[in-house]
């Protein structure tokens, strides 16, 4: 760490706007909730520890109260809106509480039918950012502890939400440090590449919370699960972890929506982020494909055009 990063970890961040969106939350879901517009909202409550947060979902208006947004507000709730959460899904129309960047989430899977659009009430946020992997849970945010996916942030104020609670505060200046880890990587040769995943993927112990906690691995049984036949070996062996890892990043080409929960709860720290950037990249550059704010119901992945390239075949 050099001392501009040292010095840039002592910058406090605003959230003092976080009050006033908790307060257009909760007037917000009470009032959807008595007159019946949704049966259910889906946001964040206080966690057992001070300082912490965890999701909710609130049928009641009386209890519209214990929803808050906080710089510990890190789930993406839209996790909860798909086919395979049919203990949710089925209670009828559902509100969700959403930041910018799980706004992705919510129009990717409108796009693959797991919801429509009238199907839910969008409470959006603005957010200055929330808070990363080993920040305590009594400090304030500030650019030292806040996550590396909020760096590089273009999306503090959703665009499309049924309502938009807070107003934005100015945020210091960032260094985009998930940016810079991408040109490292991009600086090296394969053989080096392929070396630096092959020591990350090692660390892997197969405890599937990266697909447990992602939007999009809503299938009931995945394929990995299967053993007959066995498409990925499921022991946390070297050829199965890279085998998992590289089938998930390609099954999310094209459709990850960057919020960043795989390596957030990743418990041997393995920056899976950076894979999915990587796809995301090439994406852009071979199809001007990028994952956005509107649903688009077939990805580059999924349909066939005259001008693909098609450089790949030999």
Known sequence: ??????????????????????????????????????????????GRRAGTTMPAIVTDPEKAGDLIFSPACVNNLALYLTKAKKDVVKKGRIAIVAKGCDMRALAGLMGESQLKREEVFIIGVVCAGVKGSGAGNGEPLTTGNLARKCRECTVHTPEGADLTAGTMPSLPELTPVEAREMARLEAMTPAERWEFWKEQFSRCVRCMACRQVCPFCYCEQCLCDKNRPQAVESTPRPAGNMAWHIVRAMHLAGRCAGCAECERVCPMDIPLNLLNRKMAQEMKELYGFETGLQPVEKGPLAEYKDNDDQSFIK
């Open 1 to 46: 760490m050099n001392r501009a990063e040292k010095l840039e970890t002592a910058i406090p961040i605003d959230t003092s706007c976080y009050a006033a969106v908790t307060d257009a939350i909760r007037n917000e879901a009470a009032r959807i909730l008595s007159d019946g517009t949704v049966t259910a909202v889906v946001g964040y409550k206080a």
